[in-house]
């Protein structure tokens, strides 16, 4: 058996996220908020459309990193939590791999992406592949799924660098095909630095 | 008059939507980042690009349930936006004001504690989402257009405040 990343989705999609009483969603060792996709997406085009040429590819970067952090620190909130314990690892046969394939399936229970592992190089190599994604909404030009491409390499970092805390800066993440500019899919190559 | 909120899952696309909008979680980490990355990008403009993106892309959501649910009276639209900002995970804020001015205050702030939990405290407010989630309540609140309210930190927990404030003025 492996991760079955839809069996995944389904039974995390049952876990209940409300407030508190103090309007905060305390949870996966981080606060979590539930905001509109046109929100983030609205954020990351408008950032990229103030920024002048010659400061496009710093404001890229810096969208990138947003997620990338926050894919590193929720992602290990994510696979030490109970939901993580209890629903993905009786499913992982195959070590980092399944672990991984695990945290994609978060991924997609989450809303960020539907997308999956389709293809992993033990600690050198990832492709993921997203069939949807609500930064492929956004009305910018060219590829600019700059969530997934941070919480990629953060989720690849988790598996196969340094133990947490200790393993940020090892992979980085290029966006190959996008949904944005009328390929049939995302694509994600993930690589060590 | 309390908020309603309708879940549902898209089971071909695996999104999220509430009231028929789709939202997606994230954590204090992406948002935190993304207020300093205003604050990096201070001279083009980041923080006001970060208010005003939050304040149109809540208003079509307040908007879309006053129309639904039928809320017409001012003070309940400011109520529902007080509700709805908590159930976003934003925190929780007390508001009273009319079509020319109004407070808020924030005893719990999502971006504020986020912020002390990621970095410490801050030397001056970073809270820009919520003045431009502010914003729009009090537009969508007295049917007003984009930009009618100017939102002003004047107390924040991110510097120390028990409570964050927020000054609203008629542009």
Redesign the interface.
């Known amino acids: 058996m492996t991760v079955m990343r839809d069996q995944v ?1 389904k039974s995390l ?1 049952q876990i209940d ?3 508190n ?5 305390p949870g ?1 060792n ?11 997406n ?2 990351a085009e ?2 990229m459309a ?3 040429p010659d ?1 496009k590819a710093d ?1 890229e970067k ?2 990138v ?3 990338y ?2 894919g590193y ?2 992602g290990y ?1 994510i696979v030490s939590s109970s939901e993580f314990q209890s629903v993905v690892m009786p499913m992982v046969t195959e070590g980092a791999k399944d672990v991984l394939r695990g945290a994609f399936a978060v991924f ?5 992406a ?1 997308s999956g592992v389709v293809q992993i190089r033990d600690g050198e190599r990832m492709v993921i592949r997203a069939v ?1 994604y ?1 930064e492929s ?1 956004s009305g910018g030009s060219g590829l600019r799924a700059y969530m997934v491409r941070g919480v990629s390499a953060a989720f690849m970092e988790l598996a196969y660098a340094a133990p947490y805390p200790n393993g940020m800066n090892t992979f980085s993440c290029e966006q190959t095909l996008g949904r944005e500019v009328g390929d049939p899919h995302g694509e994600f190559v993930i690589t060590k630095k | 008059m309390n908020l309603e909120l309708s879940h549902t ?1 898209d089971e071909a ?4 939507f ?1 009231n028929g ?11 935190s ?2 207020a300093k ?2 604050e ?2 201070a001279d ?3 923080p006001r ?2 208010r ?3 304040e ?3 208003r ?2 307040l908007d879309s349930y006053f129309a639904e649910h039928k809320v017409a009276a001012p003070a309940d639209r400011l109520d529902i936006g007080r509700q709805y ?9 007390e508001v009273s004001g009319s079509a020319t001015e109004g407070q808020v205050t924030l ?2 702030s ?1 971006v504020d ?2 912020w002390v ?1 990621k970095w410490g405290a801050h030397d001056k407010p970073i809270n820009h989402v919520g003045c431009g989630f502010v914003a729009a309540m009090f537009a969508a609140a007295f049917d007003r257009p984009a930009r009618s309210f100017q939102v002003t930190e004047s107390a924040s927990i991110v510097m120390g405040a028990p409570a964050s404030v927020l000054a609203v003025r008629q542009a």
């Open positions: 989705v999609v996220v409300k407030a009483e103090d309007g905060l969603m996966f981080v606060l979590v908020n539930q905001l509109p996709t046109a929100f983030w609205t954020v408008r950032f103030i920024a002048p400061r404001m810096a969208l990193n947003c997620a952090e926050c620190h929720t909130g997609t229970a989450w809303g960020w539907k949807d609500y909404d | 899952f696309s695996f999104r999220h509430v909008h789709n939202v997606v979680l994230h954590c204090h980490h992406y948002m980042l993304t990355l205003s990096d990008f083009l403009g980041g690009v970060l005003e993106a939050t149109d892309s809540i079509p959501v900002f908590s159930a976003m995970g934003l925190g929780r804020m005893r719990h999502h504690e986020g939990q």
